[in-house]
């Protein structure tokens, strides 16, 4: 990576500790010359009046720093754009799959980032289009996962679904995960999908709960154009979600189109521990 001059902090405003740890990251930083930014609520929380708006932090940042856990860098890579920023995690409690630091790590590692001494990891995302009337009617970027679930009074649903134009089946499930290899550890593997290397460019297709014991998951090419054509009778609550942070009601005739991005995101490869470290852990693989 390249060094950098400008961090962005990302840091939930309602977490005190978080709050705490910003405040000592803001003061290392100005230290070094380094211009570090916080978003208006957590400046505002921590009694200073220069925050910038979260939309827009990434656009004035060389390095977004996210203190907190999985869900808050997932949420910050979100605020990304078209921008290639890199992303360095450090949760705040066990380690995460995408925050990978501790803090203990912070300081050693934030000052080999900011030298560009570390490398980075292009981590492969979702585009996800929901058409509606033949009109688009919500478009977004997923970093884990976009999920298309029935609501939890709904029945089975069948799902018509096509690979690169060719009808592959219809899942009579409670749902259809499509997980990034980033996402393979989350929802996906919570519903019996694979865990995929993230250096792999793939796209998992997993069935939530299948009606059927033989509607097994997929793992598709990367090039792969995914569409789920919601049946014209549907009647239940059917919901598309991206990254478990934004969603819409899903109707009768709905169309939902996913592939992957041309806009990867960009996180500091840890220095000390690799993915299959992380896994080991989380996992507790070898352990009884």
């Known amino acids: 990576m390249e060094t950098a001059d400008a961090v962005g902090i990302f840091v939930k405003s309602n977490q005190p500790r ?20 916080l978003g208006i609520e957590e ?6 009046g220069d925050g910038v708006p979260s939309e827009t932090l990434a656009d004035k940042s060389d390095l977004i720093l996210v203190l907190g856990g999985d869900g808050t860098l997932i949420h910050a890579a979100g605020l990304l754009k078209d921008r290639d920023v ?40 979702l585009d996800a289009e929901l058409w509606r009337d033949g009109k ?7 970093l884990n996962d976009a999920v298309i679930n029935k609501g939890a009074l709904a029945r089975i649903v069948g799902l018509e679904t096509w690979v690169d134009g060719e009808r592959i089946a219809v899942f009579r499930a409670d749902g259809i995960i499509f997980a990034t290899p980033t996402g393979s550890t989350a929802y996906n593997l919570a519903a019996g999908g694979p865990i995929i290397d ?13 009606h059927s014991l033989t509607a097994r998951p ?11 054509f919601m049946p014209n009778d549907a009647a ?7 990254d ?16 992957r991005s041309a806009r990867p995101v960009l996180l500091v490869r840890s220095p000390k521990r690799s993915a299959y470290e992380i896994l080991r852990t989380k996992l507790h693989w070898g352990e009884r």
């Open 18 to 37: 978080a709050l705490s740890l910003a405040a000592d990251v803001m003061e290392w930083l100005d230290r070094r010359g380094v211009h570090g930014m």
């Open 43 to 48: 400046s505002k929380a921590l009694g200073r």
């Open 86 to 125: 890199p992303i360095l995690g450090v949760n705040l409690g066990g380690l995460g799959f995408l925050t990978v630091l501790s803090i203990a790590e912070l300081e050693p590692t934030l000052d080999e980032a900011l030298k560009g001494n570390l490398a980075v990891e292009e981590r492969i995302r």
């Open 136 to 142: 688009i009617e919500l478009k977004g970027l997923a």
């Open 198 to 210: 993230p250096r792999l460019p793939a796209i998992v297709l997993t069935p939530i709960c299948p």
């Open 218 to 228: 997929l793992v598709l090419p990367e090039k792969s154009v995914v569409e789920v």
């Open 236 to 242: 239940e609550e059917i919901f598309l979600t991206l």
């Open 244 to 259: 478990g942070q934004r969603g819409i009601a899903l109707k009768a005739g709905d169309r939902i189109k996913v592939e």
